[in-house]
C-alpha cells in the first residue's frame, strides 16, 4: 500500500511539474505577443508617416500626422499595460507622464501641468479610451486656450464622484481664453471632440464641458 501511495505521489508531483511549466510557456508566449502588438502598431504608426511624405495637401498631411501620433500613443500605453516586470499600471503616474509627453511634443512653454489623482485604479480596457479622451482635452486646452505663447495652468484631477461612490471623475481644466460663444458640446463637429465624445459613449460615460476662468471638462463614468 505504501508502494502504491508513494507512486501516486511521484505522479501527482510529475503532473504539477508539466502544469507549472506549460503556465510558465504561455506567460512567455502572452508576453511575447503584447510585445509584437505594441511594435506592430509602432509600425503601422510609421508607415502613416512615411505616406505622409508622398502628400502635398496641407490638411491631408495634417491628418496623417495626427493618425500616426495617436497610434502611437495606443502602443505607447499598450507597451505600458503589458510591463513585462507585471507592475500593475497607476494611473496618477502614468497621466503625468503623458502630460508630459504631450507638452513636451507640442513645445509649449510657460504652460504648467498639474495632476492630482486618488491611487485609484482603472480597470486595464478602460485606460486606452481614458488616455485619448485626455490627450485630445491636453491637446486642445494648448491649441485652442493658450494662443500665442500665453502662459497657463492645465489640471487634470481624478477622483471617485464621491468618497465610496462607485462613479469615477475625471477632469481636465485650463484657465485659458475659454470656450467660443455659442460653443455647444452636442453640436461640436471637431474631429477631436468626436472622438471624446465616441469615447465617452465606449465608456458609459457623460461629459460636460463649461467656461468658468477658462474651460473644464468634467467626465464621469462607472469604476
Ligand atoms: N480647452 C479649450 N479652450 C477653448 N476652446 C476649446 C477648448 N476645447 C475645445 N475648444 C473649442 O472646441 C472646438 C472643437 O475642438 P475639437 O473637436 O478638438 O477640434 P479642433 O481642436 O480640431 O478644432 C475647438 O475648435 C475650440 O473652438
Ligand atoms: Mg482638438
Given at each position: 500500500?505504501?508502494?502504491?501511495?508513494?507512486?501516486?505521489?511521484?505522479?501527482?508531483r510529475?503532473?504539477?511539474?508539466?502544469?507549472?511549466?506549460?503556465?510558465?510557456?504561455?506567460?512567455?508566449?502572452?508576453?511575447?505577443?503584447?510585445?509584437?502588438?505594441?511594435?506592430?502598431?509602432?509600425i503601422?504608426?510609421?508607415?502613416?508617416?512615411?505616406?505622409?511624405?508622398?502628400?502635398?495637401?496641407?490638411?491631408?498631411?495634417?491628418?496623417?500626422?495626427?493618425?500616426?501620433?495617436?497610434?502611437?500613443?495606443?502602443?505607447?500605453?499598450?507597451?505600458?499595460?503589458?510591463?513585462?516586470?507585471?507592475?500593475?499600471?497607476?494611473?496618477?503616474?502614468?497621466?503625468?507622464?503623458?502630460?508630459?509627453?504631450?507638452?513636451?511634443?507640442?513645445?509649449?512653454r510657460?504652460?504648467?501641468?498639474?495632476?492630482?489623482?486618488?491611487?485609484?485604479?482603472?480597470?486595464?480596457?478602460?485606460?486606452?479610451?481614458?488616455?485619448?479622451?485626455?490627450?485630445?482635452?491636453?491637446?486642445?486646452?494648448?491649441?485652442?486656450?493658450?494662443e500665442?505663447?500665453?502662459?497657463?495652468?492645465?489640471?487634470?484631477?481624478?477622483?471617485?464622484?464621491?468618497?465610496?461612490?462607485?462613479?469615477?471623475?475625471?477632469?481636465?481644466?485650463?484657465?485659458?481664453?475659454?470656450?467660443?460663444?455659442?460653443?455647444s458640446?452636442?453640436?461640436?463637429?471637431?474631429?477631436?471632440?468626436?472622438?471624446?465624445?465616441?469615447?465617452?459613449?465606449?465608456?458609459?460615460?457623460?461629459?460636460?464641458?463649461?467656461?468658468?476662468?477658462?474651460?473644464?471638462?468634467?467626465?464621469?463614468?462607472?469604476?
Amino acid at each position: 500500500v505504501i508502494n502504491a501511495m508513494n507512486r501516486s505521489l511521484e505522479r501527482l508531483r510529475q503532473e504539477e511539474a508539466r502544469s507549472a511549466a506549460l503556465a510558465r510557456d504561455r506567460e512567455t508566449l502572452f508576453k511575447e505577443l503584447q510585445h509584437r502588438i505594441s511594435n506592430n502598431l509602432g509600425i503601422v504608426s510609421a508607415l502613416l508617416n512615411l505616406q505622409r511624405a508622398d502628400v502635398e495637401d496641407p490638411k491631408a498631411k495634417h491628418a496623417l500626422t495626427e493618425a500616426a501620433t495617436r497610434l502611437q500613443l495606443i502602443a505607447k500605453i499598450h507597451r505600458k499595460l503589458h510591463d513585462p516586470a507585471g507592475a500593475q499600471l497607476r494611473f496618477g503616474p502614468f497621466l503625468e507622464d503623458l502630460c508630459r509627453d504631450i507638452l513636451e511634443a507640442s513645445g509649449a512653454r510657460n504652460i504648467v501641468c498639474l495632476v492630482t489623482a486618488a491611487d485609484a485604479q482603472i480597470a486595464p480596457e478602460r485606460t486606452i479610451p481614458l488616455a485619448l479622451i485626455v490627450t485630445e482635452l491636453i491637446s486642445n486646452a494648448l491649441e485652442h486656450g493658450f494662443e500665442a505663447g500665453r502662459p497657463g495652468t492645465i489640471r487634470i484631477d481624478f477622483a471617485p464622484e464621491r468618497p465610496g461612490s462607485r462613479e469615477q471623475v475625471l477632469t481636465v481644466s485650463d484657465d485659458g481664453a475659454g470656450l467660443p460663444d455659442g460653443f455647444s458640446l452636442e453640436n461640436a463637429t471637431g474631429l477631436g471632440l468626436r472622438i471624446v465624445k465616441s469615447l465617452t459613449r465606449q465608456l458609459d460615460g457623460r461629459l460636460v464641458m463649461e467656461t468658468a476662468g477658462g474651460t473644464t471638462c468634467r467626465l464621469v463614468f462607472p469604476a
